[in-house]
């Protein structure tokens, strides 16, 4: 068997994150239907990076800031969502996740605990951990 291509690499790294993705929402619009694929995408990112700003999820999702701030003014509203002022910059605010945020933020890590376990259960763990030390290496972060 000849090596496969770099390309055929990422396009099945690529249909598996779409499968990932496919499902994960699927589970996230039957259990919490009043959650937007957009508000799950920040609250997933605020609770893995408590304190990064508006402008960090901006960056990170390449949305505009009008909807970006509407998002995060929903979330705030509905008591999932605290701003702070930074402990560097008063003009900054930092984004947390509030109790019921948190709350929503573990079973939505839950959800995609489950996906992934099951998309992965036929892979040997040294199998996962060989996948997961080639990606870290190939991206330039630390295995």
Known sequence: MTSPSPIEIFDALHELLHLFRT?????????????????????THTGQNPGLTQKD???????DKAQMARILAGLESRGLLE??????DKRVRCLRLSAQGEELFAQLRDLQH????DLLKDLPAD????????????SGGAG
């Open 23 to 43: 499902r994960v929402r699927a589970r996230v619009e039957s259990r919490h239907p009043e959650l937007t694929l957009n508000e799950m995408r920040v609250l």
């Open 57 to 63: 999820l901006i960056e990170r999702s390449h949305t």
């Open 83 to 88: 701003r702070t002022p930074s402990d560097i």
């Open 114 to 117: 489950q996906v992934a376990s």
């Open 127 to 138: 199998v996962r951990k060989k996948m997961l030390n080639s990606f870290r290496q190939a």
